[in-house]
T-cell receptor, first 113, second 114 residues
């Protein structure tokens, strides 16, 4: 069964460093999303991406964040200068149509020291 | 702004019990509602999707209902098993434009005792 994959599973970085989180969505899906979950809190929407551009972003998704689909299979989230409060589980999701079921990857746990 | 609430935060039941997990949302203008399961430290597994025009969806021992006008959904789990122990999250999507983002509740952590 097709699934969303994410790498790495765990990333540890120093404050101020850049990180890139990678996702491979389900192959025939067209809509891509990033969410994050700080420990003990709700899953929060960061950004949605369709047709090679951002379709919606949340207040969290400031200038330190960017997304890219560098090729036909990968979808990345970059954080330019990490802060302690960026420590969270980051989930990638995809769907075939914008309002259809979203399928989530296993997540990348980001720890900023 | 859409708010999704799941009460209680945790629930413990004996194996074999039928149970209902509740979800409420403040803005009834949703496109669909999705129920997920999350195991500790893991990703989100989609369980059921209910479109706003539907009243319920079933998958195996799971049945989800939706009352859009009152802003409520329930997830019914029949004959619970210890393997059902996990956190159950509900999430809704908005109904307009590009607003396909999911807004999540905090989840209900279910423990099924053998």
């Amino acid at each position: 069964e097709p699934e969303v994959t994410q790498t790495p599973s765990h990333q540890v970085t120093q404050m101020g460093q850049e990180v890139i989180l990678r996702c491979v969505p389900i192959s025939n899906h067209l809509y891509f999303y990033w969410y994050r979950q700080i420990l003990g809190q709700k899953v929060e929407f960061l950004v949605s991406f369709y047709n090679n551009e951002i379709s919606e972003k949340s207040e969290i998704f400031d200038d330190q964040f960017s997304v890219e689909r560098p090729d036909g299979s990968n979808f990345t989230l970059k954080i330019r200068s990490t802060k302690l409060e960026d420590s969270a589980m980051y989930f990638c999701a995809s769907s075939d149509l914008g309002f259809n079921e979203q399928f989530f990857g296993p997540g990348t746990r980001l720890t900023v020291l | 702004k859409q708010e999704v609430t799941q009460i209680p935060a945790a629930l413990s039941v004996p194996e074999g019990e039928n149970l209902v997990l509740n979800c409420s949302f403040t803005d009834s203008a949703i496109y669909n509602l999705q129920w997920f399961r999350q195991d500790p430290g893991k990703g989100l597994t989609s369980l059921l999707l209910i479109q706003s025009s539907q009243r319920e969806q079933t998958s195996g021992r799971l049945n989800a209902s939706l009352d859009k006008s009152s802003g409520r959904s329930t997830l019914y789990i029949a004959a619970s098993q210890p393997g059902d122990s996990a956190t159950y999250l509900c999430a809704v999507t908005g109904s307009t434009g590009a607003n396909s983002k999911l807004t999540f509740g905090k989840g209900i952590t279910l423990s099924v005792r053998p």
